[in-house]
Nanobody, 123 residues
Framework: VQLQASGGGLAQTGGSLTLSCATSGFTFSRYAIGWYRQVPGKEREGVSCILIRDGSTWYGDSVKGRFAISKDTSKTTVYLQMDNLQPEDTAVYHC?????????????????RGRGTQVTVSS
């Protein structure tokens, strides 16, 4: 199983970045896949998740209206479009996947997790 996150970098406040999570080694359509972020010394924070079978989505309160998650089933890749970035969005962003047992995105962070990509937003 592989979850390869990419697309991080440096952005200015109000700017945008798009993250990609390329996956392999599991049945893409049977999973909930999403993003969480982590800052040293703080707990993981769920950012967004998408249920591949029906496209339903979930967003953390701090990113609603600014971030958008999407999928490309042919490429088994999930994307996170991040707009109006703020300094508090600075973190390492990881993608994660959990089998869809009918619970939606509830436990997506408890499944497979990949290495992250650094996002830094300057003020």
């Amino acid at each position: 199983v592989q979850l390869q996150a990419s697309g991080g970098g440096l952005a200015q406040t109000g700017g945008s970045l798009t993250l990609s999570c390329a996956t392999s080694g599991f049945t893409f359509s049977r999973y909930a896949i999403g993003w969480y972020r982590q800052v040293p010394g703080k707990e993981r924070e769920g950012v967004s998740c998408i249920l591949i079978r029906d496209g339903s989505t979930w967003y953390g309160d701090s990113v609603k209206g600014r971030f958008a998650i999407s999928k490309d089933t042919s490429k088994t890749t999930v994307y996170l479009q991040m707009d109006n970035l703020q300094p508090e969005d600075t973190a390492v962003y990881h993608c994660a996947a959990d089998a869809d047992y009918g619970l939606g995105c509830r436990d997506f962070m408890s499944g497979y997790r990949g290495r992250g990509t650094q996002v830094t937003v300057s003020s």
